[in-house]
């Protein structure tokens, strides 16, 4: 069982920078994959960043890419998200999960465990 804690989101202008960060409990943070996720209004959850058990390997939808940063600290049981000049259309719900195997994945259905969410909402 990980259950897990994201906290970092809030209001934010255009061009701002946050830093996200998702506390795991449990004892199979550092054999898991995690990602962070994202869910607008009316729109389907999408990938935002995937890393490996190691941190070794990312991935990030082309969106984001070059803008945010995923990162994990095994010790910590955390994983983060420095979400850099963020825009509007960044503005969502932004969630953690673990997927409690190896490798990087995209899709919310290989993703075993999700945290509750936090709200950034990105101001023009």
């Given at each position: 069982?990980?259950?897990?804690v994201?906290?970092?989101?809030?209001?934010?202008?255009?061009?701002?920078?946050?830093?996200?960060?998702?506390?795991?409990?449990?004892?199979?943070?550092?054999?898991?994959?995690?990602?962070?996720?994202?869910?607008?209004?009316?729109?389907?959850?999408e990938?935002?960043?995937?890393?490996?058990?190691?941190?070794?390997?990312?991935?990030?939808?082309?969106?984001?890419?070059?803008?945010?940063?995923?990162?994990?600290?095994?010790?910590?049981?955390?994983?983060?998200?420095?979400?850099?000049?963020l825009?509007?259309?960044?503005?969502?719900?932004?969630?953690?999960?673990?997927?409690?195997?190896?490798?990087?994945?995209?899709?919310?259905?290989?993703?075993?465990?999700?945290?509750?969410?936090?709200?950034?909402?990105?101001?023009?």
């Amino acid at each position: 069982q990980v259950q897990l804690v994201e906290s970092g989101g809030e209001l934010v202008q255009a061009g701002g920078s946050l830093r996200l960060s998702c506390a795991a409990s449990g004892r199979t943070f550092s054999s898991s994959a995690m990602g962070w996720f994202r869910q607008a209004p009316g729109k389907e959850r999408e990938l935002v960043a995937a890393i490996s058990r190691s941190g070794g390997r990312t991935n990030y939808a082309p969106s984001v890419k070059g803008r945010f940063t995923i990162s994990r600290d095994n010790a910590k049981n955390t994983v983060y998200l420095q979400m850099n000049n963020l825009k509007p259309e960044d503005t969502a719900v932004y969630y953690c999960a673990a997927a409690t195997r190896g490798g990087t994945y995209s899709r919310p259905s290989e993703y075993d465990y999700w945290g509750q969410g936090t709200q950034v909402t990105v101001s023009s």
